[in-house]
Nanobody, 123 residues
Framework: QVQLVESGGGLVQAGGSLRLSCAAS????????MGWFRQVLGKDREFVAS????????SYADSVKGRFTISRDNVKSMVYLQMNDLKPEDTAVYYC???WGWGTGDASKYDYWGQGTQVTVSS
């Protein structure tokens, strides 16, 4: 069993930055593919970024490419999402997720989810 706890959300002005953190429990973190998703009330959960257990280049949604960066620290069992040049349309609840297997943007393929952290970007 893997437990995920996000932190770092908040209110920021457009053009600002935030860094989200996700702490994972368990000793198998390095074997997990980690992802970030976001959801606006009334809409489907949307893929943001993923970082595969095998290394290699992370994947990003087109809407965040060049602005967001996903990274991980396998020693600390942490995954991060650095968000720069934030826009009002980035406002959402952001979720950390984990899965056994390769990186994917399909939320239904992820096995574990955090509780979410709210990010609000004001114009």
């Amino acid at each position: 069993q893997v437990q995920l706890v996000e932190s770092g959300g908040g209110l920021v002005q457009a053009g600002g930055s935030l860094r989200l953190s996700c702490a994972a429990s368990g000793r198998t973190f390095s074997s997990l593919t980690m992802g970030w998703f976001r959801q606006v009330l009334g809409k489907d959960r949307e893929f943001v970024a993923s970082n595969s257990w095998s290394g290699g280049s992370p994947s990003y949604a087109d809407s965040v490419k060049g602005r967001f960066t996903i990274s991980r620290d396998n020693v600390k069992s942490m995954v991060y999402l650095q968000m720069n040049d934030l826009k009002p349309e980035d406002t959402a609840v952001y979720y950390c997720a984990a899965r056994w297997g390769w990186g994917t943007g399909d939320a239904s393929k992820y096995d574990y989810w955090g509780q979410g952290t709210q990010v609000t970007v004001s114009s």
